[in-house]
């Protein structure tokens, strides 16, 4: 968490950017509807696959997340982990990988084998897509944290929740688990200062040879 640091996002200039807005949100829901259509076979073998490895436990997970100015929604994922897994997060949280307000585990006892391929390969976010199509996410913005998270953030890194969460973003095309806390919030900052449709569609381009090639996710 960083104390020391300066607000350098104006937020006020992000709301007034009317036009990447109107334009980023037409992408988005287009996108995101086309999306749910064709990769629908993709969503069904997903579920088969979480099925047959789990028949009593659900297919999709919901967690309260905040989005812009800190607003809750609920996030759709497919499942990855065991049933009641938040429930176990307590007694793991000594044994967090990443510094900062954000807890990762490379090897965590909860994640299924099923979910640790469809994490590998990004599957798992699938999902998202209908919070896309809702207008709770953007398809290109920061990862979307959670409450007990955000309880830890200084003002500096609350300047990534001036915008909306994505299903992907530049922490997730650079590394993504292998960039610590502070490090995540350098690059959403920078996102969001230098933001346009050309470098969203950049990040979704790569966003896509990640799912092929995995870069650092689990």
Request: glycine share 6%; with cysteine; hydrophobic share 40%.
């Amino acid at each position: 968490m960083v104390e020391n640091k300066k607000v350098i996002v104006d937020e006020k200039y992000q709301n007034q950017r009317y036009v990447y807005r109107f334009i980023k949100r037409f992408v988005d829901i287009i996108t995101s509807g086309l999306g749910l259509i064709i990769l629908s076979p993709v969503f069904f073998i997903v579920s088969l696959a979480i099925k047959a490895e789990d028949p009593r436990g659900p297919i999709f997970y919901s967690q309260t997340r905040l989005g812009k100015g800190q607003r809750p929604f609920k996030m759709f994922k497919f499942r990855s982990m065991i049933v009641d897994a938040d429930k176990k997060l307590e007694k793991l949280l000594k044994d967090n990988e990443v510094d900062g307000a954000m807890f990762k585990m490379k090897e965590d006892p909860r994640i299924t084998r099923v979910g640790k391929f469809i994490r590998k390969h990004s599957l798992d976010e699938l999902p998202q897509l209908l919070n896309v199509l809702i207008g709770d996410m953007a398809l290109v913005g920061p990862r979307p944290p959670l409450e007990r998270e955000v309880a830890d953030y200084s003002d500096y890194d609350k300047q990534r929740l001036i915008v909306k969460p994505g299903c992907t973003g530049l922490w997730q095309v650079s590394g993504r688990n292998d960039v610590d806390f502070e490090g995540m919030v350098e690059l959403d900052l920078n996102y969001i200062e230098n933001s346009n449709i050309f470098y969203d569609i950049g990040i979704l381009f790569r966003t896509v040879t990640i799912i092929f090639r995995p870069n650092g996710a689990y």
